[in-house]
């Protein structure tokens, strides 16, 4: 599972709930088209499975 995984945020976390909005927060995205570089991991891909509805995710 080496190699790392970009995470843009594309839908706002306005009306989401709680956890939801810890987690983004969690991966640094506050604002829309805000992207994050991640080494990937169990961790980190479980936590854009919470909010893969909200993100867009491209391997590198």
Do not use: C, D, W, Y
């Not at 991966?27 to 993100?55: D, P």
Request: proline fraction near 5%.
């Amino acid at each position: 599972m080496p190699g790392t995984v970009t995470v843009t945020l594309v839908k706002s976390a306005h009306g989401r709930p709680p956890k939801q909005r810890g987690t983004l927060n969690a991966l640094g995205l506050t604002k829309i088209r805000q992207e994050r570089t991640f080494t990937k991991n169990e961790t980190v891909l479980g936590m854009i499975a919470k909010v893969e509805h909200l993100v867009e995710v491209s391997e590198s």
